[in-house]
């Protein structure tokens, strides 16, 4: 479960924008199926409006071992959006008065530091200074096992504190794994067997549930990466994330999920406003999506492969959910490309055309390149025909031709610009331009 960075769909206009009564759904179809084809995309969306469905599209595989194509009820790992799920669960028990707040957390864990000083809130809002442990070097080297209770909190207590309690926000897969455990402690119930008792079950929620090994056979979703091909996933075991991201979920039932949360049938008015009240960027479960003169309340999640966001958009009664098992681009350019055809702004279907460039020609870029701007090194190589980029201590890329020396990653909106001839390499990314020397 690698840490989740916060999507903010960042498209600021003073202009008045409304919901598009008949939106242009060939045109947002042919989006897709262009990503398909190039694969950019495997995965699924949906939209309602006044909690009907309006939109869905589901393109790719869900297994491409055995050429399973995904479907309107495929299901995906969703990742952090499972803390808005256990959030909920939280408020649920303050409701029925089993926990406060404001309690603090050391008679649960009194091994973790600061525990005196920690409250459920702390943990719910990131506020706790406990460190994420999905941060650490070595974390994917243990993932894929499986761990008890005492092995997780073992791994949380020695990672320690960031910061002292309530003094800043920073995000911490950590702190709700340890709610999971609270809420278990609590309940004297399962983590699963909560979420069907206040939430799927209430709800109607069909095709959620706490995950397991993935079963394709339950149309469950493998989840993939390319570089030149989909390639295989490894698959986090759900003894580790927890409620901090092992729901398994499709855009359907998310927006359900969404529509009963902010319509106000799943918690008391005064909590679903905790919720949605942000300091230092975080709320309890929810962030900030802006879109235009537009703020939706939602949350985003990502583990192994798979990616999604949720979002609800009170301007319009709009509820928006993006799943994908496998991503080769921008998963923000794709719901703002939803997002437009929803309020009625232009979008354009991306140009994929190619520049074909052999294996020899690649020589001219490899190299280290450093930059006096940032204390960054890019490692550029290559496999085959394809260029490599990888920064210190980051994944290395695969990076697309697109015109002579000039390279993409889509997945970032990452463009790297060469010169041979003077040995630069240009690296534009979120409107910032950095220039690197090759060593």
Same mark, same amino acid.
């Not at 073992?154 to 911490?172: C, H, L, Q, T, W």
């Given at each position: 479960?690698?840490?989740t960075i916060?999507?903010?769909?960042?498209?600021?206009?003073?202009?008045?924008?409304?919901?598009a009564?008949?939106?242009?759904?060939?045109?947002?179809?042919?989006?897709?199926?262009?990503?398909?084809?190039?694969?950019?995309?495997?995965?699924?969306?949906?939209?309602s409006?006044?909690?009907?469905?309006?939109? !869905?599209?589901s393109?790719?595989?869900?297994?491409?071992?055995?050429?399973?194509?995904?479907f309107?009820?495929?299901?995906?790992?969703i990742?952090?959006?499972?803390?808005?799920?256990?959030?909920?669960?939280?408020?649920?028990?303050?409701e029925?008065?089993?926990?406060?707040?404001?309690?603090?957390?050391?008679?649960?864990?009194?091994?973790?530091?600061?525990?005196?000083?920690?409250?459920?809130?702390h943990?719910?809002?990131?506020?706790?200074?406990?460190?994420?442990?999905?941060?650490?070097?070595?974390?994917?080297?243990?993932?894929?096992?499986?761990?008890?209770?005492?092995?997780?909190? /073992?791994?949380?207590?020695? /990672?320690?504190?960031?910061?002292?309690?309530?003094?800043? /926000?920073?995000y911490?897969?950590?702190?709700?794994?340890?709610?999971?455990?609270?809420?278990?402690?609590?309940?004297?119930?399962?983590?699963?067997?909560?979420?069907?008792?206040?939430? #799927?079950?209430?709800?109607?929620?069909?095709?959620?549930?706490?995950?397991?090994?993935?079963?394709? !056979?339950?149309?469950?979703?493998?989840?993939?990466?390319?570089n030149?091909?989909?390639?295989?996933?490894?698959?986090?075991?759900?003894?580790?994330?927890?409620? /901090?991201?092992?729901?398994?979920?499709?855009?359907?039932?998310l927006?359900?999920?969404s529509?009963?949360?902010?319509?106000?049938?799943?918690?008391?008015?005064?909590?679903?406003?905790?919720?949605?009240?942000?300091?230092?960027?975080?709320?309890?479960?929810?962030?900030?999506?802006?879109?235009?003169?537009?703020?939706?309340?939602?949350?985003?999640?990502?583990?192994?492969?798979?990616?999604?966001?949720? !979002?609800?958009?009170?301007?319009?009664?709009?509820?928006?959910?993006?799943?994908?098992?496998?991503?080769?681009?921008?998963?923000?350019?794709?719901?703002?490309?939803?997002?437009?055809?929803?309020?009625?702004?232009?979008?354009?279907?991306?140009?994929?055309?190619?520049?074909?460039?052999?294996?020899?020609?690649?020589?001219?870029?490899?190299?280290?390149?450093?930059?006096?701007?940032?204390?960054l090194?890019?490692?550029?190589?290559?496999?085959?025909?394809?260029?490599?980029?990888?920064?210190?201590?980051?994944?290395?890329?695969?990076?697309?031709?697109?015109?002579?020396?000039?390279?993409?990653?889509?997945?970032?909106?990452?463009?790297?610009?060469?010169?041979p001839?003077?040995?630069?390499? #240009?690296?534009?990314?979120?409107?910032?331009?950095?220039k690197?020397?090759?060593?």
């Amino acid at each position: 479960m690698t840490r989740t960075i916060l999507t903010t769909l960042l498209i600021w206009s003073l202009s008045q924008i409304g919901f598009a009564q008949n939106f242009d759904k060939i045109k947002l179809d042919n989006y897709f199926n262009t990503l398909e084809t190039n694969n950019k995309f495997m995965g699924s969306v949906a939209v309602s409006k006044d909690g009907e469905i309006i939109y !869905s599209k589901s393109v790719g595989f869900s297994d491409v071992e055995n050429g399973v194509k995904s479907f309107e009820n495929s299901k995906y790992r969703i990742g952090s959006i499972s803390k808005t799920f256990t959030s909920v669960l939280v408020l649920k028990a303050v409701e029925e008065k089993k926990l406060d707040l404001n309690q603090t957390i050391d008679k649960y864990f009194p091994a973790i530091k600061n525990s005196k000083k920690i409250t459920i809130k702390h943990l719910l809002s990131h506020r706790s200074g406990i460190h994420n442990f999905t941060d650490d070097k070595d974390y994917l080297t243990w993932n894929t096992q499986s761990k008890t209770e005492g092995e997780m909190l /073992a791994i949380i207590a020695k /990672a320690g504190s960031d910061f002292a309690p309530d003094s800043n /926000a920073e995000y911490s897969n950590s702190n709700f794994v340890l709610l999971t455990y609270i809420l278990e402690k609590t309940f004297n119930k399962p983590y699963a067997g909560l979420l069907q008792e206040y939430i #799927i079950k209430p709800i109607g929620l069909q095709n959620t549930y706490f995950g397991g090994k993935i079963d394709p !056979s339950k149309n469950e979703c493998k989840s993939y990466s390319f570089n030149g091909t989909w390639k295989l996933e490894s698959e986090t075991d759900i003894s580790v994330p927890l409620g /901090a991201g092992g729901i398994i979920s499709t855009p359907t039932d998310l927006i359900k999920f969404s529509n009963t949360l902010f319509g106000g049938k799943l918690l008391k008015s005064e909590n679903l406003e905790i919720m949605k009240t942000i300091k230092d960027h975080y709320g309890i479960g929810l962030f900030q999506i802006p879109f235009y003169n537009k703020i939706g309340y939602g949350h985003t999640g990502g583990i192994d492969g798979f990616s999604s966001v949720f !979002s609800y958009f009170s301007d319009g009664n709009i509820s928006y959910a993006f799943t994908s098992n496998g991503s080769n681009y921008n998963d923000n350019n794709i719901s703002i490309a939803v997002l437009s055809a929803i309020y009625d702004k232009p979008f354009d279907i991306p140009d994929f055309s190619s520049y074909n460039i052999t294996s020899e020609e690649l020589e001219k870029y490899l190299g280290i390149y450093s930059s006096k701007e940032i204390p960054l090194k890019i490692i550029v190589t290559k496999d085959n025909n394809t260029l490599i980029a990888q920064g210190t201590g980051q994944p290395s890329l695969p990076l697309e031709a697109t015109a002579k020396d000039q390279f993409k990653f889509d997945k970032a909106g990452a463009v790297f610009e060469f010169n041979p001839t003077e040995k630069t390499m #240009i690296l534009k990314q979120g409107g910032r331009q950095i220039k690197f020397t090759k060593e």
